[in-house]
């Protein structure tokens, strides 16, 4: 299992590395780091349940927001999103940074979860 953390360490600092010509990069480097430090603490057995619990309300807002937009592309035929790289039209930036909040904030849901349970365990053991 500390491989799969490992994996998701080194694939959510890559997301962050590749925002730098994103639109709006701070945010989303921010978002990814996050994602990246909270498996670094899990590893480290590091009770911080804050930084994955801020993270994950952070995406939760950030699809209420989006929900909308994704269900109109949805209802449009869910054109393709990933014809290139640059968003042509304003649905393909949309529906990406929904998907990014989505799997950020499934992430850190489970990373939120997971030191919880780090937390109980250092308790017990005092």
């Known amino acids: 299992m500390k491989i799969v953390h490992i994996l998701i360490i080194a694939l ?4 962050a590395i590749v925002q730098w010509n994103d639109p709006d990069p701070l945010g989303w480097i921010l978002l990814y780091l996050t994602v990246a430090i909270s498996a670094g603490l899990h590893l480290a057995k590091i009770c911080f349940p804050v930084l994955p619990a801020a993270g994950a309300m952070i995406c ?6 989006l929900i909308p ?3 109109g ?29 989505l799997i950020a904030g499934i992430a850190l849901a489970g990373y939120f979860a997971a030191s919880v349970k780090i937390c109980n365990c250092i308790q017990e053991e005092n």
Do not use: Q, Y
């Open 12 to 15: 959510f600092a890559l997301f």
């Open 69 to 71: 937009d994704f269900f």
């Open 73 to 101: 592309w949805i209802g449009e035929g869910m054109p393709s999103i990933t014809g290139s790289m640059k968003a042509e039209s304003p649905h393909i930036e949309l529906v990406r940074e929904f998907l990014g909040f």
């Open 60 to 65: 939760l807002f950030g699809l209420l927001f």
